[in-house]
């Protein structure tokens, strides 16, 4: 490991935000290896190996699988949503101004945030609270795909037309749609497939989705942290399955990261495929379809041209990134919820010690 990378992992460990920090990343092009730690989780310094929450980084090993579906024939992305659920259960889930666009909604609509739907996790309820604060200060509750889909048709609106031009609505009921697809099709149930399609191939030992009642329910995770509050929120993390209950490592993640863009997990065209077209979500964010762009403005840069890094973050503090420009992969988190704009910073200054 170079001591300047050594010297950015002290400078982002010092951040009194973070209080578990793990990090692997390698530069192909240069053959050479980069890993950071801080913090301890069971009276044990972090690691390589230590679990932690993925949260919406796991929407990459979503779009891993039904890339693989596609490729196999399965489903195309340009399929109706509702040919994989029983006749009449998704009628309604989408109304604008009293007709019922759910019928459009396609596969990659799902995965490119351009279905419209609302968003089961950051938009208001009926009792003006959102989920996602709920989750915020420790509110654990249990809930599955079918209180979701009940919910989003009951007590929210959607945001526009099923692929309206140039529109992206990040939601992540996309992807709880995307997990129940993957179970319909492939007949087992979402941690089953992950598991088998790719932990198995990859080697995958310290990954997994979790479930609160599931076989690897007892094994010690990185407690979720927000601010200095660790978070134990075991149903709601079960309840929220394809878009955001995976847990990984950084050592893992890495190979997962290498994989997807290698063309181990699915062939190498449908890259060029899932980045065709970006939209924004949120700045400094763009969408592709199924994997996310962070690319800085211009202004932000002094004009100075900088690679696109593409992959997925989480709210956790989580990040699986690719900067495929130089070669460079990244895999790692911050643990923290409280600042969302933290692991793009860790990841940013990771990713200039690297290169």
Known sequence: MSSRFSKAIKRISANKAISELAICGENEAKGTCFSGFSGSFEGQPIDANSPYFLASATKLFVTAIILQLVESKELALNSPIVDFFPAGYLDKLHVIYGTDYTSRITVENLLAHTSGLADYFEQKQADGKTFSQGILVGEDKSFAFDDVIQLVKTTMKPDFVPGASNKAFYSDT??????????????????????????????????????????????????????????????????????????????????????????????????????????????????????????????????????????????????????????????????????????????????AAMR
């Open 174 to 351: 996309n992807y709880q749609l995307l997990g129940a697809i993957i179970q319909n099709v492939t007949g087992v149930n979402f941690a089953q497939a992950v598991k088998a399609r790719i932990c198995d191939p990859l080697g995958l030992k310290n990954t997994w989705v979790f479930e609160a009642n599931g076989p690897r329910a007892d094994r010690p995770i990185i407690p979720l942290r927000n601010g200095t509050r660790q978070l134990n929120i075991p149903l709601a993390m079960t309840g929220t399955a394809a878009d955001g209950a995976i847990v990984s490592t950084a050592a893992d993640g890495l190979v997962f990261i290498k994989a997807f863009f290698a063309g181990t997990l699915f062939s190498p065209q449908y890259i060029d495929r899932i980045t065709a077209r970006w939209r924004r979500i949120f700045f400094p964010l763009q969408y592709g379809t199924g994997i996310m762009l962070f690319r800085l403005p211009p202004i932000m840069t002094l004009f100075q041209k900088q690679p696109d890094i593409i992959g997925h973050s989480g709210i956790s503090g989580a990040f699986l990134f690719a900067e495929p420009e130089n070669q460079i992969y990244i895999s790692g988190t911050a643990n923290q919820l409280a600042s969302r704009s933290l692991p793009f910073n860790v990841m940013l200054r990771a990713i």
